[in-house]
């Protein structure tokens, strides 16, 4: 299991249609292959910057087939145009679970 942690930093005043457009969003990582939960986390000290959090199968389910696909493309016209900067992606694991 892999989690791709992509910080954005999202407009001023445009968090609310964000957060919309991620929850439109939600089916097409629902049918992507090996994508396993979604989860988008906003900061409380500042309100513009989010992370989504996607659990994938593998790095490549996410690099290779979902960023390759057409869904990809859909995600990006939801959410893409309320973008500060382009987003800051990492592939994590867990390397100590403690409880």
């Known amino acids: 299991m892999v989690f791709e942690m992509a910080k954005l930093d999202i407009k001023p005043g445009m968090e609310s249609v964000f957060e919309h457009g991620v929850t439109l969003a939600v089916p097409?990582?629902?049918?992507?292959?090996?994508?396993?939960?979604?989860?988008l986390l906003r900061s409380v000290e500042q309100p513009t910057h989010y992370t989504l959090m996607v659990t994938w199968a593998t790095?490549?389910?996410?690099?290779?087939?979902?960023?390759?696909?057409?869904?990809f493309q859909e995600w990006r016209r939801l959410v893409g145009e309320y973008?500060?900067?382009a987003p800051q992606v990492e592939h994590v694991q867990v390397a100590v679970a403690g409880f």
């Open 59 to 71: 790095v490549e389910d996410h690099s290779v087939h979902f960023r390759g696909s057409e869904d």
């Open 28 to 39: 097409l990582f629902q049918r992507a292959r090996g994508c396993q939960g979604l989860q």
């Open 83 to 85: 973008f500060v900067s």
